[in-house]
């Protein structure tokens, strides 16, 4: 049963809640994209020990390693540890962890005929306890130092993993699908956005209190496939997502999509219900802001390789990217995820420079 979140510990450090909705803050929020993983040595030691996947289904495990980056740096935000592709486990796919490779599907799906090997998306919430679990537990451990981030994939970006089957630099398969079989394609996003509104709900009753949506393949979709494939499914989420929050009586809480690579899509997204919009590092902040708008808050975007850069180099790029968001409406990160060779000693200058140069 979901604990009431008036049994969770009082938060002490609500920056991003508050830049989220577009309250005034007396230093920008940060937090970086994959900030509990394999550049920290203490994730390295516990990885060595269990299958990614299960680290992903011990809530105890995954608390462990989601509080580790806030042990090493004063972030504003914990965001769970799992993976996006939880969901197609949860509708009966198999997914193996490959080191050196990534996320592997051992059967993706080859046509339209292959749908129907997919599970109710009415069953994923019971199939995914082990999230809420660990995102439940981590909100008591987080003992109010800072909010706890939900996410999930987008359901374009879920869709593309399981008819490719692993990662890919063109989504060729994937997109051969939008082109030859429109309607299966609609099936599938249908099905993966009906199990992602139930897990994003679930996560909100176990505890989270930030849900950020990852299209991490907008870049291979153009303007025109967008519209039809992933724009209506991101709205969907956002909107039943909200609406059967409230019905729950529960608080309504800030969400945040994040287009990796969908620049052209950020005067339609601005348009929507999330209070976030996530912009990675080929996107100038200025000109984010005249597309999504003055009433949304952007999220991002040094590059991730300027981490590699020496801590003045960094303290450099954070002063001009911070002059270019401003410091209202703004929660400092990166354009996408920690590489796992980058020192830890330059985020944490990444972190000191957002807040020196964003204080009040």
């Given at each position: 049963m979901a604990e009431k979140k008036s049994e969770f510990p009082a938060l002490k450090n609500d920056r991003l809640l508050r830049a989220a909705r577009g309250e005034s803050v007396d230093k920008v929020p940060?937090?970086?994209?994959?900030?509990?993983?394999?550049?920290?040595?203490?994730?390295?030691e516990v990885r060595a020990q269990y299958d990614f996947f299960t680290m992903c289904r011990t809530p105890e495990v995954a608390c462990q390693v989601t509080l580790q980056p806030l042990d090493?740096?004063?972030?504003?935000?914990?965001?769970?540890?799992?993976?996006?592709?939880?969901?197609?486990?949860?509708?009966?796919?198999?997914?193996?962890?490959?080191?050196?490779?990534?996320?592997?599907?051992p059967s993706p799906l080859s046509g339209p005929e292959d749908l129907d090997r997919l599970c109710n998306p009415k069953d994923v919430c019971?199939?995914?306890q082990y999230v809420y679990d660990a995102i439940t537990l981590t909100r008591h451990k987080l003992d109010g130092r800072a909010p706890l981030i939900g996410f999930c994939g987008a359901p374009w970006?879920?869709?593309?993993?399981?008819?490719?089957?692993?990662?890919?630099?063109?989504?060729?398969?994937?997109?051969?699908?939008?082109?030859?079989?429109?309607?299966?394609?609609?099936?599938?996003?249908?099905?993966?956005?009906?199990?992602?509104?139930?897990?994003?709900?679930?996560q909100v009753k176990a505890g989270a209190q930030l849900l950020q949506v990852f299209e991490s393949h907008a870049e291979h979709l153009g303007p025109n496939l967008f519209q039809e494939f992933a724009?209506?499914?991101?709205?969907?989420?956002?909107?039943?997502?909200?609406?059967?929050?409230?019905?729950?009586?529960?608080?309504?809480?800030?969400?945040?999509?994040?287009?990796?690579?969908g620049h052209f899509a950020l005067r339609e997204l601005g348009r929507l219900?999330?209070?976030?919009?996530?912009?990675?590092?080929?996107?100038?902040?200025i000109l984010a802001r005249q597309l999504v708008g003055p009433n949304k808050t952007l999220q991002g975007n040094l590059d991730p390789c300027a981490l590699y850069a020496d801590p003045i180099q960094i303290d450099s790029s954070v002063k001009e990217m911070v002059e270019k968001f401003g410091c209202e409406r703004y929660i400092a990160n990166l354009g996408h995820g920690m590489y796992p060779d980058m020192d830890p000693r330059h985020l944490a200058a990444f972190v000191e420079a957002v807040h020196t140069h964003s204080t009040k």
């Open positions: 940060v937090w970086a994209m994959r900030q509990a993983g394999r550049y920290l040595p203490e994730f390295r090493r740096f004063p972030l504003d935000a914990a965001i769970i540890f799992s993976d996006i592709l939880v969901v197609p486990q949860a509708l009966g796919m198999e997914v193996q962890m490959k080191p050196g490779e990534g996320p592997v599907f019971a199939k995914l970006t879920i869709m593309a993993y399981m008819i490719e089957g692993k990662g890919s630099k063109t989504m060729s398969n994937a997109k051969c699908w939008l082109y030859r079989h429109p309607e299966a394609s609609h099936r599938l996003l249908k099905t993966i956005t009906d199990a992602t509104i139930a897990y994003l709900v679930g724009l209506p499914y991101l709205k969907r989420i956002c909107d039943e997502v909200k609406d059967q929050v409230a019905a729950l009586g529960l608080q309504d809480i800030p969400m945040t999509v994040f287009p990796k690579g219900r999330y209070e976030v919009v996530g912009i990675d590092w080929t996107v100038d902040p």
